[in-house]
C-alpha cells in the first residue's frame, strides 16, 4: 500500500526558512516521480518542484534559489527546504507519486494529506 505523510508545516515570518518532509512507503522510489505541489486559497495546485524517476531534478522559477528538494532513501524521506519564504509561499503543500507523467497534477496516482505553510509579512 503506498503511503505518503508530510509534516514540518508551520507559521514563519517573511524571510525565515522551513523544512517539510514527505515519508513514503509501498512503492520504489527509484520508479516513481516524487513531485512536490502547493496549493493556496483559490488557486490551482500547482507543481514546485519534482525528483523524476529518471533522476533529474525540477523547480517551478518563482522558488528558484530559494527551495531545494532532497532525499534520504535510508528513511524513505523527501525534504523541501524553503528558503527567503515570502507571504506569496502561503499554501497548503502536498507531495506525490507518479510512475507516469510528472507535469500535471493529474497525472500523479498518490498524494499526501498536506501541509500548511502560512508566511507572514
Known amino acids: 500500500q503506498v503511503q505518503l505523510v508530510e509534516s514540518g508545516g508551520g507559521l514563519v515570518q517573511a524571510g525565515d526558512s522551513l523544512t517539510v518532509s514527505c515519508a513514503h512507503s509501498?512503492?520504489?522510489?527509484?520508479?516513481?516521480?516524487i513531485g512536490w505541489f502547493r496549493q493556496a486559497p483559490g488557486k490551482e495546485r500547482e507543481l514546485v518542484e519534482a525528483?523524476?524517476?529518471?533522476?533529474?531534478?525540477y523547480y517551478t522559477d518563482s522558488v528558484k534559489g530559494r527551495f531545494t528538494i532532497s532525499r534520504d532513501n535510508a528513511k524513505n524521506t523527501v525534504y523541501l527546504q524553503n528558503n527567503s519564504l515570502q507571504p506569496e509561499d502561503t499554501a497548503v503543500y502536498y507531495c506525490?507519486?507518479?510512475?507516469?507523467?510528472?507535469?500535471?497534477?493529474?497525472?500523479?496516482?498518490?498524494w499526501g494529506q498536506g501541509t500548511q505553510v502560512t508566511v507572514s509579512s
Open positions: 506525490a507519486a507518479t510512475s507516469r507523467g510528472w507535469t500535471l497534477a493529474r497525472d500523479y496516482d498518490y
Open positions: 509501498g512503492f520504489i522510489f527509484d520508479s516513481w516521480t
Open positions: 525528483f523524476t524517476s529518471w533522476g533529474d531534478t
